[in-house]
């Protein structure tokens, strides 16, 4: 039998002695190394929800070179690897898939859409990856049976009752339309908008639909203007949602217009130009330009330093608070880090305070937030943050 001869052995011996020391950081955990994370994130960086995509990346981006500047997370750098899907499901299974096997990712982070997250999810569940605040409020991702997935924002239920309780407490209106993009995501949005009027004994007296990723809205409008409501919510993305705005306007047609936070609150607002005065839309994050509470300063602060050029924004401050808790479940986990203690950390947690926004989540319960928070555009086309719907209501 041939023998290791003295150096050989020492060498042998020195590197058993580096790797038990070593321990878990070498332990073969997908997306980390000693230097640094890997997260992954499938949107739409592209099409009619391009803006979604791009300030919620724009804001994970900003919380994590945040914590890089300050030396990382226990001394590894967060990275964040993206992949445009077009608000598309069929490239956002595609996407998942890449950024899962191919790229390692220790962990998806900010996707956008519903239907891209219902094609996305069983993709993660399979794997076991960690599917970290996608800007959605489905329903379907807060069943507690996702075991790996982590919601930061408050559901499309939650959004559509404060909208439908505004209109009848401080407006009385009842006469509600809606307008929906005929997806998974548009259909989230219409049954909570008709669960809350059920929930007063009334529905919806007209309905209009259109197909996703389009601005083809015209006849979904016609089939809602000829019931005569005193107002219509509308379930889109930016482009499609002023395009029907700004058309019902310049027909004559103008009842109390309601969105909801998907929307995209600054896309919105520069589609719609002088027709936004007296839009509302319901936002899932504190007002990105207060003072209150203190991450808001640390957004923006963050925001400059990524990104000069860009404007302080709803979206891409929901991107920094989801970087912000990524980042706040791995300082819970220590140097070593997996999958399972990023979960267990945000499950187990009482509360986890982001500056003064507070996200609490239990064994059962995979949503941080309830928040629903209520604005309108004014005649210089930014918003502002309201309390009743009264006085505010006319453009």
């Known amino acids: 039998m041939r023998r290791t ?3 050989g052995a020492a060498v042998l011996l020195a590197a058993c002695v580096a790797l038990a020391a070593a321990g878990p950081a070498l332990a073969e955990e997908p997306g980390v190394t000693e230097q640094q994370i890997l997260f992954g994130q499938s949107a739409a960086f592209s099409g009619p929800a391009q803006d979604l995509g791009r300030n919620l990346r724009i804001g994970i981006e900003a919380a994590f070179e945040e914590a890089n500047r300050q030396g990382g997370v226990h001394g590894r750098t967060l990275v964040l690897r993206s992949l445009d899907d077009g608000y598309e499901p069929e490239a956002a299974i595609a996407n998942t898939r890449q950024l899962i096997a191919d790229d390692g990712v220790f962990a998806l982070i900010g996707a956008v859409g519903t239907p891209t997250s219902r094609s996305a999810t069983p993709i993660a569940a399979e794997a076991g990856v960690p599917y970290l605040a996608p800007f959605t409020g489905a329903a379907f ?5 996702w075991r790996n997935v982590i919601n930061l924002r408050a559901s499309y239920y939650q959004e559509t009752e404060e909208i439908v309780a505004r209109l009848i407490e401080d407006l009385g209106i009842d006469r509600v339309g809606v307008i929906y993009q005929d997806d998974s995501f548009g259909q989230a949005g219409y049954r909570g908008v008709r669960l809350a009027l059920e929930r007063r004994g009334l529905e919806p007296v007209a309905i209009g639909v ?3 990723n389009t601005t083809a809205v015209k006849t979904a409008l016609l089939d809602v203007r000829g019931a005569d409501p005193g107002a219509v919510i509308l379930v889109g993305a930016y482009k499609p949602v002023a395009t029907a705005i700004a058309w019902a306007r310049g027909t004559g047609f103008d009842p109390v217009f309601l969105t909801i936070s998907f929307v995209g609150s600054n896309a919105l607002a ?11 839309v319901t936002q899932v994050v504190p007002f990105p330009d207060g003072d209150e509470p203190a991450v808001t300063v640390a957004y923006r602060r963050a925001l400059a330093a990524h990104s000069p ?3 302080p924004g709803f979206v891409s401050f929901e991107g920094y608070l989801a970087g912000r808790l990524a980042i706040e479940a791995l300082e819970r986990c220590g140097r070593e880090v997996d999958r399972s203690c990023l979960l267990d950390n945000l499950r187990s947690a009482d509360a986890i305070d982001l ?3 507070a996200l609490r989540y239990g064994e059962d319960d995979n949503q ?9 555009i004014g005649r210089d086309g930014r918003y502002n943050p309201i309390d009743t719907l009264r006085l505010a209501a006319q453009p």
């Open 270 to 280: 520069r589609e719609l130009g002088e027709s936004g005065a007296g839009v509302f």
């Open 5 to 7: 001869g003295g150096l």
């Open 210 to 212: 259109y197909p996703r």
């Open 355 to 357: 500056g003064g926004f």
């Open 141 to 145: 991702l807060r069943d507690a049976g």
């Open 309 to 311: 050029e860009a404007v």
């Open 368 to 376: 941080g937030s309830d928040a629903v928070f209520v604005t309108v």
